[in-house]
């Protein structure tokens, strides 16, 4: 491949950036829509509830971007993993049909998390309403890693503009006829918008698709059902894993000392660090298309990533730590004055998150670039226990708010997540190394 330098890289990753940052705005706009319609509080509480249960949901689908962008090369790749896709997709939206039905949903809801019936009925009709949001995520996601390989980042992101469009069309539609609850609002708008990048994907890689299905090239090499699944497996444990985080900070947060507030502020300090964790969420799939075969972009990639978590680390504490997060607290994200002080304190504990985010991004790209998906797997597993001790022992032990104890507990499973996969990545690369050294230097 061609040496790799920043500039490159950078025109690479900017529109997949800017793909996450559009995505990771829908969230507070959504927020800010919700604070200022009725009873802000239950509705913002119950919004982040069925919001999780949704993620929770479409996380075995989340990885099929990073799953294409690595198998697509050909007629029978594409046809064998979009087949793949598809029956993904089948299962989980049988899984979110089984969530509706009243008796599962009151033992979830009602019994485990111990929802108030004003909340609970508010989640039951969003939860209703983000019912094709999961197999939309899957569809467009295999549609996007397709074109995250043939170098289309920016038919990735011209996709998302349409999302947010028409989410924000059908949010303020939504407010201006009044009457409709806030979390319904949220959750309406979230289906329609996915549903159109969705649609919008799939037009946008027609061609690239339709020259993929004339390339035979690919037919000896091209990974079977069963390799498939060993690959995507480990990667689709991984998802479910790190998004049954939300449902695990809800449950606590839900028995936690000051549990409506915390419910109500968590998925504003959420999307708050996301904003910022996005542009590491990005480099990814990046990392993964520009690695090359032996692993000679890594340098440049390494390079690229340790500037990108110094600024984007650096751009959340200066949100966080100074009189803006007042701004974007109360102003911005629409937060009553108690509740943006609450939330202050949670913002500020996640402030490492951001660069952890770049670092993470990076790992998990070497590891699947070499196919050691399964370490991917095992570290996440180790995060989630982690995060469960540390919300047990600040909520049950210690007495702490559940919004101080889950910003506390996501800080400190993200870090031995990392540092769990630095033996593997090493591997990964002394793998290479053989390879590496026949290359021109620099690259």
């Known amino acids: 491949m061609a040496a790799l330098n920043i500039r490159k890289i950078t025109g690479f990753w900017a529109p997949l950036a800017a793909t996450w940052l559009m995505m990771a705005l829908e969230g507070p706009f959504l927020a800010a829509v919700i604070a200022r319609l009725a009873d802000p509080k239950y509705n913002l509480a119950a919004y982040g509830v069925a919001f999780s249960f949704a993620l929770i949901i479409e996380a075995p689908i989340i990885m099929i971007m990073s799953a294409a962008t690595a198998l697509v090369t050909g007629r029978t790749s594409l046809v064998r993993l979009r087949t793949y896709t598809y029956a993904m997709n089948g299962c989980i939206t049988a899984v979110m049909l089984v969530g509706l039905i009243p008796p599962v949903f009151d033992l979830i809801a009602r019994q485990l998390l111990e929802l108030p019936d004003e909340v609970a009925r508010l989640v039951y009709v969003a939860y209703l309403l983000l019912l094709p949001w999961p197999g939309a995520i899957g569809y467009r996601r295999f549609y996007q890693g397709i074109m995250i390989r043939n170098n289309l980042t920016r038919r990735v992101a011209y996709g998302t503009v349409v999302r947010l469009s028409t989410m924000a069309v059908t949010a303020v539609v939504l407010y201006a006829v009044g009457g409709v609850p806030g979390a319904w609002v949220g959750a309406a708008a979230l289906s ?92 990814q799939e990046t990392a993964i298309a520009l690695l090359g075969e032996r692993q000679e972009g890594y340098r440049a990639l390494r390079d690229f990533g340790n500037r990108l978590a110094v600024a984007t680390g650096g751009a959340y504490a200066l949100l966080v730590l100074t009189p803006l997060s007042h701004l974007w607290l109360g102003k911005v994200s629409g937060l009553s ?48 226990v982690g995060i469960i001790v540390v919300l047990f022992a600040g909520i049950r032990l210690g007495g702490a708010t559940g919004a101080v104890a889950a910003a506390i507990a996501v800080t400190a499973g993200r870090l031995t997540h990392i540092l769990f996969l630095m033996p593997p990545c090493l591997r990964a690369r002394r793998l290479a190394e053989p390879l590496i050294k026949t290359q021109p230097a620099g690259i």
Not at 269 to 282: A, E, L, P, W, Y
Request: glycine share 4%; hydrophobic share 55%.
């Open 192 to 283: 329609v918008g996915v549903t159109m990048e969705a649609v919008a994907s799939r037009l946008m890689s027609r061609r690239i698709v339709s020259q993929l299905l004339q390339d035979d090239g690919d037919s000896q090499s091209a990974p079977g059902y069963r390799e498939i699944h060993r690959f995507y497996m480990p990667l689709a444990m991984t998802s479910i894993l790190a998004m049954g985080v939300h449902p695990l900070l809800t449950f606590f947060m839900g028995r936690s000392r000051m549990a409506i507030e915390s419910l109500a502020v968590w998925p504003v300090v959420h999307v708050t660090s996301f904003i910022f964790r996005c542009f590491g969420i990005s480099f």
């Open 337 to 384: 004055a108690d509740l943006a002080a609450f939330a202050l304190l949670p913002a500020q504990i996640v402030l490492l998150m951001p660069s952890m985010e770049v670092l993470l991004s990076f790992q998990r790209a070497l590891l699947v670039h070499a196919r050691m998906t399964r370490a991917i797997t095992w570290a996440t597993a180790v995060e989630v």
